[in-house]
């Protein structure tokens, strides 16, 4: 019988072997790719798929090319610790140069930081040991996915930005409501969190039993498409997508440059885009983005709604220099307006993302059969004012997007999936049962009067945030500022006490004894 934490009790063995690999100064980010080249060969042992790890190669050199077997997780496990390295090196080379299809694409420029025998060998021997019969086919996805939660909430790993929170995700998931023969796309993939989500949705909602072999060809083939910038975070992704049930799909390329024509028409989009403007403030090299500009943001905000089909929906997590700023930004989003049906901002709080002040939004919108006049009314829900800070102490949960459904029949059905309606696209029906909570309240409409008068400026606040007071308060306060100098001073001074140590020296001993005099030969003290 299968535990059903055993995915989350392994994730966190696997996470833990990353201090096996300290010594040899593999960052997080680092393991987690060298982890994944291991685990998907372990995985494909696991889940009976070894027959495609295959490479296209000469068998010698001079003669031609053959279809063989490649390296296996027995072939490293066979290999004498001294010898193993070198195995696991060829392996990546033959599978990045000569792999087929995915295997070939998760290996692809794939290289290693470990350079001692012993701690390769160590990392595999502890991979071997762990209880794999304990864990269900279905919940190995979990368990990876847990992995890469654990990366993009390390700080040190740097990973959070390719790393959307995951109640987050399930929140917009479920009010976009993704149907069997949606085109389901995410142009800034990362690790593919929305898109595993849609899959998961789906799979809830609909028996795959009893579909229909040319409905099980469409949905494995042309439900879900993505582009990852950044090469090392398109494995995770592919990784991430295959533990999931899904191969393909994810292509490694820059969505703002011409390989991002190449994504299809989509009928739901689902995105976090990178913040920021693109390297060397350059514009999109691609072609057909009508408003130039090299905020990344701005430029993908356009991708999205011009890659929707007529009636498509979409949802897009934004920072809020998107609703205000000037010039080309007034131009965007008064496009966007036009093309599509903008129903709903959903105003996030604050400390939720990698980024402690990033302020971020997401946009509901479905792409009008005209180009004209499509957004006639928005609604805004305030989820930012009077939140607590969110942080380990207090972990934010899907509770904050929804009212439990075990909750007594007297507690106000008031957050935001609870108001949002049943109506993904934002259609005028759907809009007119919706009710406006006035000053007070957290959910307000605008109509296009209003925002027009705003010069469409989308960043509407209305409610007195108490708690950004407070914190603003104590940042402010002496003793707290002197506080946080003294904690990071002293974990400085714990670094340096540790670098001394590692370098034979006593940290305790008097600068003096560590001079050199003029003459060249140490001071005495």
């Known amino acids: 019988m299968s535990n059903p934490n055993a995915a989350l009790d392994i994730g966190a063995k696997l996470w833990s072997l990353c201090n096996v690999l300290r010594d040899d100064g593999v960052t997080y980010h680092q393991y987690l790719s060298e982890l994944t080249y291991l685990l998907f060969l372990k995985m494909m042992q696991e889940t009976g798929q070894e027959e495609r790890l ?5 068998p010698k050199k001079g003669e031609p090319k053959l279809l063989q077997p490649g390296v296996r997780w027995a072939d490293l496990i066979s290999a004498s610790a001294p010898d193993r390295l070198d195995t696991y090196k060829e392996m990546l080379l033959d599978y990045g140069l000569h792999g087929q299809g995915a295997v070939q694409a998760i290996y692809a420029n794939a290289n290693t930081f470990i350079t001692k025998p012993a701690t390769l060998s160590k990392l595999v021997t502890e991979i071997d040991a762990l209880d794999w019969y304990s864990v269900q086919r279905d919940d190995l996805g979990d368990l990876y996915e847990n992995l890469l939660e654990r990366n993009a909430t390390e700080k040190k790993s740097g990973a959070g930005q390719y790393f959307t929170p995951r109640h987050l995700i399930d929140s917009i998931v479920t009010v976009l409501n993704p149907k069997l023969g949606d085109v389901i796309q995410d142009p800034a993939a990362g690790t593919c969190g929305f898109l595993i989500a849609a899959n998961n949705h789906l799979r809830k909602h609909n028996d795959f039993d009893s ?25 995770l992704a592919l990784m991430n997508m295959l533990l999931h049930g899904i191969e393909g799909g994810v292509e490694y390329g820059d969505t703002l440059g011409e390989e991002g024509m190449r994504l299809p028409p989509a009928t739901l989009i689902l995105s976090n885009p990178p913040f920021g403007t693109k390297k060397g403030g350059g ?7 009508t408003y130039l500009t ?10 999205i709604y011009r890659s929707l089909k007529a009636g498509g929906r979409a949802a897009v997590v934004l920072p809020d220099n998107v609703l205000f700023e000037s010039n080309v930004g007034t131009d965007i989003r008064r496009d966007l307006m036009e093309k ?30 005209k180009d004209k006049g499509n957004t006639k009314e928005v609604w805004v829900y305030d989820m930012r004012a009077n939140m607590p800070q969110f942080g380990k102490r207090t972990p934010f949960t899907r509770d ?4 439990p459904a075990d909750a007594p029949a007297n507690q106000p059905r008031d957050k935001f999936e609870d108001v949002f309606g049943d109506d993904p696209k934002g259609g005028p029906a759907a809009l007119a049962k919706r009710v406006d909570t006035g000053e007070t309240g957290r959910w307000r409409k605008f109509n296009r009067e209003q925002i027009a008068a705003r010069g469409d400026n989308l ?12 914190a603003e308060a104590q940042r402010d306060d002496p003793a707290l500022v002197a506080r946080l100098l003294q904690r990071e001073l002293g974990g400085a001074m714990a670094e340096l006490r540790a670098l001394l140590e590692e370098l034979g020296e006593d940290p305790d001993a008097a600068l003096d004894d560590l001079l050199i005099d003029e003459t060249g030969q140490e001071a005495q003290a």
Not at 54 to 58: A, P
Not at 283 to 289: F, N, Q, S, W
Request: charged share 25%.
């Open 54 to 58: 295959t490479v296209f190669k000469s």
């Open 211 to 235: 579909l229909k072999e040319e409905a099980q060809r469409r949905y494995r083939h042309e439900t879900f498409y993505g582009m990852e910038l950044v090469q090392d975070t398109h494995r």
């Open 283 to 289: 514009l999109p090299t691609r072609t057909d983005l």
């Open 294 to 303: 090299s905020n990344k943001q701005f430029a993908f905000l356009q991708h």
């Open 340 to 369: 599509c049906n903008l129903h709903t901002i959903l105003r996030l709080p604050t400390g939720i993302f990698y980024a402690q002040g990033v302020k971020t939004n997401v946009l509901f919108f479905t792409k009008g059969e």
């Open 400 to 403: 904050y997007f929804r009212t």
């Open 459 to 470: 960043d509407i606040a209305w409610l007195k945030d108490d708690s950004a007071e407070t």
